[in-house]
């Protein structure tokens, strides 16, 4: 049992809205004194991007793997910055603005069963195309629709285009909220002495 639910934690996430906010839940309960890194080895980076269809040509290494946290790291900070209408670090702005000058990656159609691209070459050149599906929602109306996740230990981003939803996709984040919720009610009724 034990190792079922270890199973479930590392399990990669691919309900945030879109595919570079599944890479920011590569990180799980980012927040907390235990995070969950779920990109562990390059194999498992590998696979998130096989899952992602964004295969590249070169399997991902440790050095691509130290890459793919480090970018994500950068995203997090500017879309919890977004997210919060605050302004972004500049670190971060001149971290991604520095990896995506270096990753010029032009688009190249393939027609086959279904309109594809080419796939990248390389994993960094994944993440910068990943990167720039970020980029694009954070500096667009797109934005607009982003929310972050209630739960002090996991603030995840994810799209809310309705604007209701006050926790990620995750049920574990949803559960705690609730029952914590409904303990503050518990607690704040009047006991019947």
Known sequence: MASRAADDKLAFRFDCG??????LATKGRSFSDRPVERLATPARFA??????????VRAPDADDLVQARAVRE???ALALATVDQRPPAAGAVADLAAFLAGHGDPVRLVADDRL?????ATAADALARIARQAVD?????????????QEADCHGVFIDPPGRR???PSPACASRGRVRALRARRAAEPTGD
Do not use: F, I, M, Y
């Open 116 to 120: 594809r691209r080419e796939p990248p």
């Open 74 to 76: 950068t995203l997090r």
């Open 137 to 149: 929602q954070l500096t667009g109306s797109d934005r607009l629709t982003l929310k972050k996740c």
């Open 47 to 56: 696979a998130w991007l096989d899952h992602c269809e964004l295969t590249p």
């Open 166 to 168: 006050r926790w990620c």
């Open 18 to 23: 879109a595919v570079w906010l599944n890479l």
